[in-house]
Every structure is written in C-alpha cells, then in structure tokens.
C-alpha cells in the first residue's frame, strides 16, 4: 500500500494545498492515504502561524488529508536545513510513508536529487568558499548558494554549478532539495516525487490569482487586524475563492468566537522588550543569536524612537536590515529568544522524539492502528501523555517547548492559558472530508 507524505505549514489553508492533495491522489490512486507533516504554533519563517494549528489541521483534514502531524517547534520555527530534516525523519518514524509529495518551483526531479547527491556541504571547498561569501558580508542563503556553485564548478560540472544556483535562488525549490538531501542523510527508502508549483509567487502578495499565496492571504488578514481589533467580517469577500470553502469557513468560525488571528507584529512588542532588557552575554545563549546576530538586534531596537505601537515592526525591520543576516534568521532568534530556546537546545535536540498527533480521518485511524505497532517514536495524542516519559530529558525539554509556544501563541491569540492540555485530537468521520480524484 502507497502512502503519501506531505511536508506542510498551511499558514493558512489554500487552494494550492488542497490542489497539491488532489493530485497526490490522481498520482497515487483514489484510496492512497495521505499524512500531513505540520507546523505548529510558529513557522520556518520565525514568526507565529496566523491561525489555531487545530483549525489549520482539521481544514487539512476536511480537505482531504487522512493525518496530521505537528512538527516540534524546535524544527518547524528553523533553517531550512533543520526544519527539512526534522520533518523527513518525522516521515519515516510512522513506519507507513511509503512517497513523499512535494511541490517546487523547480519539477525536475532527476536535476534535484543530482544535485542533493553530488553536492557534499562537509566538503573542504564549499566550506572555504562559504566563510569568503559570508566574510564579504552576503547573507547565509546567497553564500550557500554561492558556495554550492563553485563546488560543481570547481569539479568540471559547469551545468551542475547553473542548476544548483536557480534551484536555491527559489524558496520552495530550496526545501525540495533540502527534503531530498534529508532522505539520502537517514538512508530513507521514501520515494521522493516533484510538483510544479502554480500560481502567485512564494512572496506574491496580490490575490489576483486563484492560487493566491499564502503571503498574500496573510497580508490581507493582517490588513484587518488594526488597533488590537480585528475585523473578519470584511475579508470574506476578499478571500472567497482563495481558500477551499471549508478552510476559509473554519478561520471565520474561530475568529467569530474570538480568537484573534497572530501576526509578526503581535509579537514585536514583546521582542523589543526583551531584547533591551538583555545584555548581549545573555541573548548569545539563544538559538539563532550567534555571529553577533544579537549586538545586531540590540543596536537596531536601540535607534528606535518616537514610534506608534502599530508602526513598531516595520521600524524595527528598517533598522534592522542587513544583507548579512536574512530576515527569518533575525525572527527565528526573536522567537527563539522569547520561547527560551537555546543554541544548546539546537544541538541536544538533533531529531524529533515523539509523534504528536493532531488529527485523523476513518482512514487515518486506520493508519494510527499500524502506526502503534510499526512507528519508530512514542505516538502523543494530547498533552498530558508527554508526563509519562519524563524520564527522556530531550523529549520532555522538546515538548516543553512546544508547550511553552502554545502558550505564547495562545496569549497573543486571545486563548485561555494552558488552553493546550484541554485540546483534544481532531477525528473526523468519512462523512465530514472530501474526497476528490
């Protein structure tokens, strides 16, 4: 039996994800299952989902995944590197994925998995070029990108070097090839398959197209969010037709009852504060904060003046732009920084150790049966079973992360604290998905 796993975020739900699990299925088969790898609480990007990870899972769900899987923390709000190996191995420990289904901007899967096999990140020229390009001050991404093109390039493989760099000039291509070199690292027998990417742009934030990005979308969401009041009435029409139905269903629901959707700059405040309270031997300690990253943030909170609360993101991100260090590195050390995530976290956290399951179609469940006596990691399906395993010191530090970033999204959210002890799996019937071939 086939069993497709997918590597997600769905910040929020769009057609382009449910797009992606209707043609899983017309590859697969009609009755293949499909297992969703999800973020939680916060995203690769180092800033917070803008909705509930429960209501992101059962618009999965009713979409036409059959599982959802939350990715830690420690991997979901992480480089690409990290975050992609975290959620390969998270694939593997089911014992069930048999494909994985990712989609890129790039489709060609023999160029991608040459260049994920051929290139070698421990080798002694791609590691001298990589400190040069960054010693004259690129960011990491355009110096990896660099380096990786002069290691085919040195070795005579001119075409190689070509490829290499338009793959990692593009973000979903990134994390194909990421996925693929996380497969060959754990010696995985999951088969990797491409998807081209349709529609708007990764960073497009115009919903002009009906496969509008999740960028875009969230920009609109934000756009509603003024003065700590949020207005969710007026983005129906705006939204309508950029979302499934279902999903964009569930988002109204939710915010009707009044949970308030999370943005960068719900968080901001609380960032600035804690970076002018910290001296710079402190804020090294955090995940993300090293190579002066934090001299960096205090300098830049430091020059800031005068500014209305609602203008404090986009001062701060005028202050502290830098080619040296890309955006997301600034918001994972941020968000690192405010959850107490440490560099040492990032070095004893090194693969996932738990299976937390968020949610479950009839065939799902299904799944979770053979899970149960075929998965590789202890199966979490509520917060409370983490307190039988603490005896397993990185289990119970992973987990009280994702914990404590529930509870800093929950917060910001409008959520009652501790609200995750009280949530429970989601489980939908055949009756409640949809099924498309």
């Not at 899972?57 to 709000?77: K, M, N, S």
């Not at 004259?136 to 085919?152: C, H, N, Q």
Request: hydrophobic share 40%; proline share 4%; aromatic share 8%.
């Amino acid at each position: 039996m086939n069993v497709v796993g997918i590597v997600a975020e769905y910040n929020p739900f769009h057609n382009g994800h449910e797009y992606q699990i209707r043609r899983a299925r017309e590859l697969y088969g009609p009755d293949t299952p499909v297992v969703a790898v999800m973020s939680g609480y916060f995203v690769q990007r180092g800033e917070p989902a803008v909705a509930d990870k429960w209501i992101r899972a059962e618009a999965a769900l009713r979409c036409g995944a059959d599982l959802v899987i939350e990715i830690p923390f420690t991997f979901a709000c992480a480089s690409a590197e990290r975050f992609a190996l975290g959620a390969i191995r998270l694939l593997q420990a089911t014992g069930v994925v048999t494909d994985l289904y990712f989609g890129s901007e790039c489709d060609d899967l023999a160029l991608l998995c040459c260049v994920a096999e051929e290139y070698d990140e421990e080798d002694p020229v791609y590691i001298s070029s990589l400190r040069e390009y960054l010693r004259e001050g690129k960011s990491y991404a355009k110096a990896r990108e660099l380096a990786v093109g002069d290691f085919f390039r040195r070795s005579g493989r001119e075409e190689l070097a070509k490829a290499s760099s338009q793959i990692m000039s593009m973000p979903n291509s990134i994390l194909a090839l990421e996925y693929l070199i996380a497969l060959r690292k754990i010696g995985s027998t999951i088969r990797p398959t491409a998807l081209l990417r349709e529609g708007a742009g990764y960073n497009e934030c115009s919903l002009d197209s009906p496969f509008a990005s999740a960028t875009g979308i969230r920009s609109a969401i934000d756009r509603r969010l003024k003065d700590g009041v949020f207005r969710a009435s007026e983005l129906v029409g705006e939204l309508r037709g950029k979302l499934p139905d279902t999903s964009l269903a569930l988002l109204l629901a939710d915010w009707q009852k009044g949970t308030r959707p999370v943005m960068p700059r719900s968080l901001i405040g609380d960032q600035i504060m804690a970076i002018r309270a910290r001296a710079p031997e402190e804020l090294e300690k955090y995940a993300y904060m090293s190579d002066n990253v934090c001299r960096r943030l205090r300098n830049a909170v430091g020059r800031i003046r005068d500014t209305e609360p609602g203008m404090m993101l986009n001062a701060f991100r005028e202050e502290s732009d830098t080619r040296r260090f890309a955006p997301t590195r600034i918001f994972r050390a941020m968000t690192s920084m405010l959850v107490g995530q440490t560099e040492k976290d990032l070095t004893d956290l090194s693969e996932p150790r738990y299976l937390r399951v968020l949610g479950f179609s009839d065939r799902g469940r299904n799944l979770l049966r053979i899970m149960r006596k075929s998965a590789g990691l202890p199966l979490i399906d509520k917060a409370s079973d983490f307190l039988a395993y603490g005896g397993d010191a990185s289990l119970t530090r992973m987990a009280e992360l994702d914990l404590i970033s529930a509870d800093l999204w929950g917060l910001k959210a409008g959520l009652r604290y501790g609200a995750e002890f009280e949530r429970t799996v989601v489980r939908l019937t055949a009756s409640e998905t949809k099924r498309r071939s």
